[in-house]
């Protein structure tokens, strides 16, 4: 509790909010919008100084050495698969519980993914699953750090060391998250961030690349800029025209400058931000401490949580309300909600092309089904954090609150 916290008051007649709370929407000031304009008015919109800059800060902020910086995490993903050098049929194991596009890199290195199922309390993967999924084919381990709560790292590094596996860090809804006090990205040999419009720290689209090893920082460079020996800034700046050279087919997934331009305050705001959301993500645990929903797991001893997600279980059978009900109601009242995620192997293509059945992997199965996120942004006023409680306790029951309240 601190100062940012507010009481909660329970309303019995909410008043309808007047305008839509979008889902994710990310916070915008003027000093984001004045870097911008100054990179359309400097005529270099492209990868240049504002991304090495952003990098540079980047790196500073992770206390990483390697970093790059490419247009969106799924790049991010791709680019580590390859740089890995996974040959056909070698195996990546994965969780069950993720945005396809974790899974859909993979596919595209040309490698198979392995769902591993979640911890049903922490919905982050399950070490002891992995285990159990480890063939002579595993190549590598893609945890993601689900809501931007660490996972269990030094299972996973255990694991690791004993198969002789790659370790690529998912940090999509994790940038500010530490565990054993150093920072998420930096333990496997990849960390790959997202700037998607909803996540912590946005650019519209943008992601990064944490290495361990300085040589595949600079082949993955070279991958996300066409495969050429020297990029575009380099080659028209002042010093005059340089050749460059093919040395691989690479992919346009270069990072712009007009996105650095975002990236670099929305950077120096990060910990700000991060500060607002875990007092918002606080105000809702206590709000909904006393309804027959499931809250999300308080964050482990020696971690720290990024608060990227808040997530409720609404079970029919407890809360006598369907998850789906839930988010047209929660809509209805212009709240805006997400769904992180439904299992991956609920969605037809990958069950046709792997024969998976979701009840393979029942947790994120039970999780998918079930799960709903409430608005948590920096951008979201106290007024707006209110109706969300507000929303959220008259269809989950405000009755039966206030009954136990009073008995109490
Ligand atoms: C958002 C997200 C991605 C993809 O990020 P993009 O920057 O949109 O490509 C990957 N993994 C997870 C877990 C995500 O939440």
Same mark, same amino acid.
């Given at each position: 509790?601190?100062?940012?916290?507010?009481?909660?008051?329970?309303?019995?007649?909410?008043?309808?909010?007047?305008?839509?709370?979008?889902?994710?929407?990310?916070?915008?000031?003027?000093?984001?919008?004045?870097?911008?304009?100054?990179?359309?008015?400097?005529?270099?919109?492209?990868?240049?100084?504002?991304?090495?800059?952003?990098?540079?800060?980047?790196?500073?902020?992770?206390?990483?050495?390697?970093?790059?910086?490419?247009?969106?995490?799924?790049?991010?993903?791709?680019?580590?698969?390859?740089?890995?050098?996974?040959?056909?049929?070698?195996?990546?194991?994965?969780?069950?519980?993720?945005?396809?596009?974790?899974?859909?890199?993979?596919?595209?290195?040309?490698?198979?993914?392995?769902?591993?199922?979640?911890?049903?309390?922490?919905?982050?993967?399950?070490?002891?699953?992995?285990?159990?999924?480890?063939?002579?084919?595993?190549?590598?381990?893609?945890?993601?750090?689900?809501?931007?709560?660490?996972?269990?790292?030094?299972?996973?590094?255990?694991?690791?060391?004993?198969?002789?596996?790659?370790?690529?860090?998912?940090?999509?809804?994790?940038?500010?998250?530490?565990?054993?006090?150093?920072?998420?990205?930096?333990?496997?040999?990849?960390?790959?961030?997202?700037?998607?419009?909803?996540?912590?720290?946005?650019?519209?689209?943008?992601?990064?690349?944490?290495?361990?090893?300085?040589?595949?920082?600079?082949?993955?460079?070279?991958?996300?800029?066409?495969?050429?020996?020297?990029?575009?800034?380099?080659?028209?700046?002042?010093?005059?025209?340089?050749?460059?050279?093919?040395?691989?087919?690479?992919?346009?997934?270069?990072?712009?400058?007009?996105?650095?331009?975002? @990236?670099? +305050?929305? =950077?120096?705001?990060? #910990?700000?931000?991060?500060?607002?959301? &875990?007092?918002? !993500?606080?105000?809702? *645990?206590?709000?909904?401490?006393?309804?027959?929903?499931?809250?999300?797991?308080?964050?482990?001893?020696?971690?720290?949580?990024?608060?990227?997600?808040?997530?409720?279980?609404?079970?029919?059978?407890?809360?006598?309300?369907?998850?789906?009900?839930?988010?047209?109601?929660?809509?209805?009242?212009?709240?805006?909600? @997400?769904? +992180?995620? =439904?299992?991956?192997? #609920?969605?037809?293509?990958?069950?046709? &092309?792997?024969? !998976?059945?979701?009840? *393979?992997?029942?947790?994120?199965?039970?999780?998918?089904?079930?799960?709903?996120?409430?608005?948590?942004?920096?951008?979201?006023?106290?007024?707006?954090?209110?109706?969300?409680?507000?929303?959220?306790?008259?269809?989950?029951?405000?009755?039966?609150?206030?009954?136990?309240?009073?008995?109490?």
């Amino acid at each position: 509790m601190n100062e940012h916290t507010f009481e909660f008051k329970p309303q019995t007649s909410s008043t309808p909010r007047d305008r839509f709370l979008v889902f994710g929407a990310p916070q915008i000031e003027q000093t984001d919008i004045d870097e911008v304009v100054d990179s359309l008015k400097s005529g270099w919109l492209g990868t240049g100084p504002k991304v090495a800059h952003f990098e540079q800060d980047f790196s500073r902020y992770k206390g990483a050495s390697n970093v790059v910086a490419v247009n969106s995490c799924t790049a991010a993903l791709h680019l580590s698969l390859l740089a890995a050098d996974l040959q056909p049929g070698d195996e990546v194991i994965t969780t069950a519980l993720t945005f396809c596009s974790t899974i859909n890199a993979i596919i595209h290195a040309g490698a198979t993914p392995v769902l591993a199922d979640v911890d049903s309390v922490t919905m982050n993967i399950d070490p002891e699953d992995v285990r159990r999924r480890i063939t002579p084919r595993t190549r590598a381990i893609l945890p993601v750090h689900f809501a931007g709560r660490p996972c269990d790292l030094h299972e996973l590094l255990d694991i690791c060391d004993e198969h002789e596996l790659l370790l690529i860090e998912d940090c999509a809804h994790a940038i500010e998250a530490q565990y054993d006090g150093r920072p998420t990205g930096t333990f496997g040999d990849f960390g790959c961030f997202s700037f998607y419009v909803t996540k912590n720290l946005c650019t519209g689209e943008g992601g990064m690349i944490i290495t361990r090893r300085e040589h595949d920082a600079t082949r993955i460079k070279t991958l996300a800029l066409h495969g050429m020996t020297k990029d575009a800034w380099k080659r028209f700046s002042d010093d005059g025209y340089k050749h460059y050279q093919v040395v691989e087919a690479g992919f346009k997934y270069n990072m712009m400058d007009i996105q650095a331009a975002l @990236g670099i +305050h929305q =950077l120096a705001r990060l #910990e700000r931000n991060w500060q607002r959301r &875990r007092d918002i !993500w606080q105000t809702y *645990q206590d709000a909904f401490a006393d309804i027959s929903v499931q809250r999300p797991a308080e964050p482990a001893p020696g971690t720290r949580h990024s608060y990227h997600l808040y997530t409720l279980l609404v079970d029919e059978q407890q809360t006598g309300v369907s998850r789906d009900s839930f988010l047209a109601s929660m809509t209805g009242a212009k709240i805006g909600v @997400g769904v +992180h995620y =439904l299992s991956i192997a #609920e969605h037809p293509y990958y069950q046709h &092309r792997f024969g !998976w059945r979701a009840e *393979q992997w029942p947790n994120a199965l039970s999780i998918g089904r079930r799960t709903a996120s409430l608005p948590l942004t920096a951008a979201l006023t106290d007024a707006d954090v209110q109706d969300v409680i507000n929303a959220t306790m008259s269809i989950i029951g405000l009755a039966n609150y206030t009954r136990r309240r009073r008995a109490a």
